[in-house]
């Protein structure tokens, strides 16, 4: 379905990673400013948002998988932006990006844009952690991530900056790439299409 000037456009952003490594957090500190201290495993939740980005209003579906969760095809079939997380202080999240997530995303979900983010920085803190920046940035370039963060939901470091980027990689991607629904004529044409 298309949009028109007098609708949003809707982006469906996923967010995966292993448990325990803040998608939660990470979620609740875009939507509330807000820190989950104890934030109880996610099965799944699935949120909507208006943003405002480069001068246009979108809707912002969000889906927060649990750990356990694989991803459903038709989950996967309506992303148009996967945010992979793993946990700068937890090297299993990070080994787990390739070896447990990224077959997922590329089989499944090849023409979503794709985030890479390093969570909990400010653990990092006056102590090395098991991965760093260095190592987020080199996943970021072998996986073929659009962006890499490295974000803090704690201090909210980075936290809008990953939404932001998760528009503009949609926008870019649907505006450049082929076969792709878009208005003619439209004065900004953005991308899709999904009306709430
Ligand atoms: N220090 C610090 N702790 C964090 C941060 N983000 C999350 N945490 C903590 O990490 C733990 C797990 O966070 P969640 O957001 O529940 O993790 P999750 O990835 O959603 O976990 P599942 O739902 O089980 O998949 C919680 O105890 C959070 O308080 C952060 O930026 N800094
Ligand atoms: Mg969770």
């Not at 456009?9 to 996923?14: F, L, V």
């Not at 750990?67 to 299993?92: G, H, R, W, Y």
């Not at 023409?111 to 991965?131: C, F, N, Q, W, Y």
Request: charged content about 20%.
């Amino acid at each position: 379905m298309a949009s028109s000037g007098a609708y949003k456009s809707r982006i469906n952003i996923t967010i995966v990673g292993d448990g325990f490594v803040g998608k939660s957090c990470l979620v609740a500190a875009f939507l509330q400013q807000d820190f989950l201290v104890d934030s109880p495993p996610t099965m799944i939740e699935t949120h909507l948002v208006e943003m405002f980005v480069d001068g246009q209003d979108y809707i912002l579906q969000i889906v927060d998988i649990g750990d356990s969760q694989k991803i459903a095809p038709d989950l996967f079939m309506e992303t148009d932006c996967l945010v992979v997380c793993f946990s700068v202080d937890a090297i299993n999240s990070y080994e787990n990006v390739i070896f447990r997530w990224l077959p997922d995303v590329y089989s499944k979900c090849p023409m979503a844009s794709l985030i890479l983010v390093g969570t909990k920085l400010d653990l990092r803190e006056g102590t090395p952690l098991p991965v760093a920046s260095f190592q987020g940035l080199q996943l970021a370039k072998e996986i073929r991530a659009n962006c890499y963060f490295e974000c803090s939901a704690k201090f909210q470091v980075s936290i809008a900056q990953i939404f932001q980027a998760a528009v503009r990689t949609v926008v870019q991607k649907y505006n450049s790439g082929p076969g792709l629904e878009r208005i003619k004529g439209e004065k900004n044409p953005t991308v899709y299409c999904t009306l709430l």
